[in-house]
């Protein structure tokens, strides 16, 4: 059982771009298993305007239900998380686990602006700490998957997925208080070649995107795909260190429009953003994805 929580404000589809990148983002998590009621995104009203609300309208549309957030710097992380934590604490009291409460959510530019006191701060810290022992405490409890898919390497026995559309960091303590109540973690996020600047960084990417193109996936792309991830050490990046498991979003690169999507589509014409690659933790790099 799939539950996605796709933060719009964070990972915002392109305009007129919105009812495919949420055909695609569940069937991505299709892979992993059923999705659990309609995808659950979250978008303030900057963002919903420049979309051209097709899908993300701030309601329920095609399989997604929108959260208009409202309330300053954050709102739509801070709405995101209640929800995630609270999805997460429901299953962990189904399957009869410990009923510690979660943990309460705020990022630091929140704390920031309501000038929180140092011991406030160093709580915080304190408590985002404790609750990734817990979740590398659940991970080492886990059993081993010998050669398999891809998703069952991810997913590693257990029968709950938290599918996180989102690049922002904040959202660690929600993925180790998740992993800690027994709920596989996947992180969709813009970490490709093209997902910040367009900007191939290094001589020999540089020298393989002469034949990558601008559409689809080739070998070549996919080489690219890989040798950034090598660069940028995705093991190292806060998001993933919590992470079962990533599938990494382009959301420049333009895609054709599959048979699946063309209920969903009014054109013809490639649509920008999709997976290009899957990295999980215990084998560091990155690996094709096919969904």
């Not at 599938?247 to 999709?274: C, H, T, Y």
């Not at 690659?277 to 969904?291: L, N, S």
């Amino acid at each position: 059982m799939v539950k996605v929580f796709w933060d719009v404000d964070n990972c915002a589809p392109r305009v007129d771009g919105e009812r495919v990148m949420a055909h695609r983002v569940r069937r991505a998590a299709r892979a992993f298993g059923a999705i659990e009621g309609d995808v659950m995104a979250y978008a303030n009203a900057e963002t919903l305007g420049r979309l051209t609300r097709g899908v993300i309208a701030g309601g329920r549309a095609g399989g997604v239900t929108c959260v208009r957030c409202e309330g300053g710097a954050d709102a739509a992380d801070a709405a995101l998380a209640e929800d995630a934590l609270a999805w997460a604490s429901t299953v962990a009291a189904v399957a009869g686990g410990a009923a510690e409460a979660a943990p309460v959510f705020s990022t630091k530019r929140q704390r920031a602006l309501r000038e929180v006191s140092a011991e406030e701060e160093a709580a915080a810290r304190a408590e985002a700490v404790r609750w990734a022992g817990r979740a590398a405490e659940a991970a080492e409890a886990l059993p081993t998957v010998g050669a398999g898919s891809t998703v069952d390497a991810i997913v590693r026995g257990r029968e709950h997925v938290m599918m996180l559309v989102t690049s922002d960091n904040d959202v660690k303590l929600v993925m180790d208080y998740a992993r800690a109540c027994g709920v596989c973690v996947v992180v969709l996020a813009n970490l490709s070649p093209n997902a910040a600047s367009g900007g191939l960084k290094t001589k020999r990417l540089r020298n393989v995107a002469k034949s990558v193109g601008t559409v689809g996936m080739n070998n070549a792309y996919f080489e690219a795909v890989k040798l950034e991830g090598e660069r940028r050490q995705l093991s190292r990046l806060k998001l993933l260190q919590s992470a079962d498991g990533a599938l990494l979003w382009d959301p420049n690169r333009r895609f054709a429009i599959r048979e699946d999507e063309r209920v969903d589509a009014s054109g013809e014409d490639p649509v920008a953003g999709d997976v290009v690659g899957v990295w999980r933790p215990d084998k560091g790099g990155i690996g094709r994805w096919y969904a």
